[in-house]
């Protein structure tokens, strides 16, 4: 179902977006889910990744190897983490390319910046903690004032 009128919703012009976004729209686009244990701490489910995090592999060949990242790499909408080599035919080794969205932020690398869209993350995701839910004391309330049961607004 589309909700707004002004997004397409064509395969062709999706694709089309997404493959030709700004660098500055890519660092969003290549985000990664924080670890559990950090997702607990800063009430935030996932982050840009930046240089100098450290990741865990979830997904793929190297699943379950650790490192920091060397280089957040745009442009190939890869991230580069160290240790995660191969060495090529004339003997130099070369970063391997791993898809930011299969692995998890073990440890943030943190600044006032990062600091701040935390702090603005969780706050926004606390306003939406209560949204949309009634507590068994908000029930027993709207029955005692005489509002409508739910029966009776069916």
Same mark, same amino acid.
């Given at each position: 179902?589309?909700?707004?009128? #002004? &997004? ?11 493959? @030709?976004?700004?660098?500055? +729209? %890519?660092?969003? =686009?290549?985000? *990664? *889910? =924080? ?11 996932? =982050?840009?990744? #930046?240089?100098?995090?450290?990741? $865990?592999? &979830?997904?793929? @060949? ?6 920091? +990242? +060397? $280089? ?12 995660? @080599?191969?060495?090529? +035919? ?23 910046? %990062?600091?701040? =869209?935390?702090? #603005? !993350? ?8 209560? !949204?949309? !839910?009634? @507590? &068994?004391?908000?029930? /027993?309330? /709207? ?7 739910? $029966?009776?607004?069916?």
């Amino acid at each position: 179902m589309k909700y707004n009128p #002004r &997004v397409s919703s064509s395969r062709r012009k999706s694709r089309k977006a997404h493959f @030709t976004a700004p660098s500055s +729209v %890519r660092r969003i =686009l290549m985000s *990664a *889910a =924080l670890s559990s244990d950090l997702r607990n701490k800063y009430n935030v489910r996932s =982050l840009p990744v #930046r240089k100098d995090d450290e990741v $865990q592999v &979830v997904r793929g @060949t190297f699943k379950g190897r650790e490192g920091k +990242v +060397v $280089q957040v790499y745009r442009k190939k909408w890869v991230i580069h983490i160290e240790r995660i @080599t191969r060495e090529k +035919v004339n003997g130099t080794t070369v970063n391997i390319g791993i898809n930011p969205s299969k692995v998890v932020i073990t440890k943030l690398k943190l600044d006032k910046d %990062r600091k701040a =869209l935390l702090e #603005r !993350k969780a706050k926004g995701r606390a306003a939406d903690k209560g !949204k949309g !839910k009634f @507590t &068994v004391d908000d029930v /027993a309330a /709207a029955a005692v004032a005489g509002g409508p049961s739910l $029966q009776e607004i069916d």
